[in-house]
């Protein structure tokens, strides 16, 4: 029977983690499990140990999905804020900034 190890650590998404590669690293963990979930099938061993291996992998697979899927909509809705923000900023050519300001004494 082949052990197939199941450890996933728990993404964090928080202002020093890197969004972009957490989502390649979930995706590669994602692509090994299912890789593995494959070798189980191919694995001697008892049908009730195999089923169990791949019930649990499918699990961690799903979790991994779950959190990739956070990732992404995070990422875009940042994108978002992003591009609103220089929308914000290029709209009407008479905005105020600290190099182009009037002072207007009446």
Known sequence: MTTISTSTPAVQSGGSS???SDIARITRQIAKLTQQLKDVADSSGS???KKKQQE???TQIKMLQAQLAQLQRE???K???KQEQQQAKVEGVNRPS???QIDIYI
Do not use: F, K, L, P
Request: charged residues 35%; proline residues 0%; negative net charge.
């Open 47 to 49: 049908e009730d140990d």
């Open 98 to 100: 600290d190099d182009h």
């Open 18 to 20: 890197n969004a972009s």
């Open 75 to 77: 990422q875009a809705e």
């Open 79 to 81: 994108s978002q804020q």
């Open 56 to 58: 649990m992998i499918q």
